[in-house]
């Protein structure tokens, strides 16, 4: 029973979270919201032809959306305002090296235990379901913005309230994606100082 239980546990955690809520949606809201923007009757035409869902259309949908949401992850990690790696150095700025470093002493220091494991894996999707969706629904704001405020017939009522929508949900989205940063670094802080009795982790904030 405890198998079976750490076996959902898992497949949560990494597939439905990590992968899924956290890479392939974001992904096809963003491809879809980049289709729109410059062609957007193309997009409702592919969408009355696709074939009746099956295996071999989820996993295409999948594995577009997957790369898709892999190339936003990327280019929303370059953006000052979008946190995937945790760490920094003396510089202030949050670097690769820095938080690979930190993570390895957090896997060394949580020796395997499973609980204190899957609770950074926890922090660290919410992290970049955060970090992937704001971007994505930027992409979404844009489209709205052009066809549904600056269209040929003039600004629509429902496509403003719309765009304003959007432009909340993202900036929450940004404020939430640097709390769950914060969660991470804290909660990898106090397991490597715990466990390995290392005192000399930084204290600073998210940048």
């Given at each position: 029973?405890?198998?079976?239980?750490?076996?959902?546990?898992?497949?949560?955690?990494h597939f439905i979270l990590r992968d899924v809520l956290a890479k392939v949606l974001p992904g096809l809201i963003g491809l879809a919201s980049i289709v729109s923007f410059f062609a957007?009757?193309?997009?409702?035409?592919?969408?009355?032809?696709?074939?009746e869902p099956g295996l071999t259309t989820v996993a295409i949908l999948y594995g577009i959306g997957f790369m898709?949401?892999?190339?936003?992850?990327?280019?929303?990690?370059?953006?000052p305002f979008i946190h995937i790696h945790v760490w920094r150095e003396d510089t202030r700025r949050m670097t690769v090296e820095t938080s690979l470093s930190r993570a390895a002493q957090f896997q060394k220091a949580a020796s395997g235990n499973q609980v204190l494991l899957r609770q950074r894996e926890r922090f660290a999707v919410l992290k970049e379901m955060a970090a992937n969706f704001a971007p994505s629904l930027l992409l979404a704001l844009l489209a709205v913005v052009r066809y549904g405020v600056f269209n040929r017939g003039g600004p629509e009522p429902h496509g403003i309230a719309l765009g304003i929508l959007l432009a909340a949900i993202i900036v929450a989205l940004v404020f939430q994606n640097r709390f769950h940063a914060i969660e991470q670094r804290t909660w990898e802080e106090r397991v490597i100082r715990l466990?390995?009795?290392?005192?000399?982790?930084?204290?600073?904030?998210a940048g």
């Open positions: 029973m405890r198998e079976l239980s750490d076996l959902f546990e898992s497949l949560y955690s957007p009757r193309p997009l409702i035409h592919l969408r009355s032809h696709l074939p898709v949401g892999m190339l936003i992850q990327y280019l929303g990690a370059l953006a466990f390995s009795g290392n005192d000399s982790t930084q204290n600073d904030d």
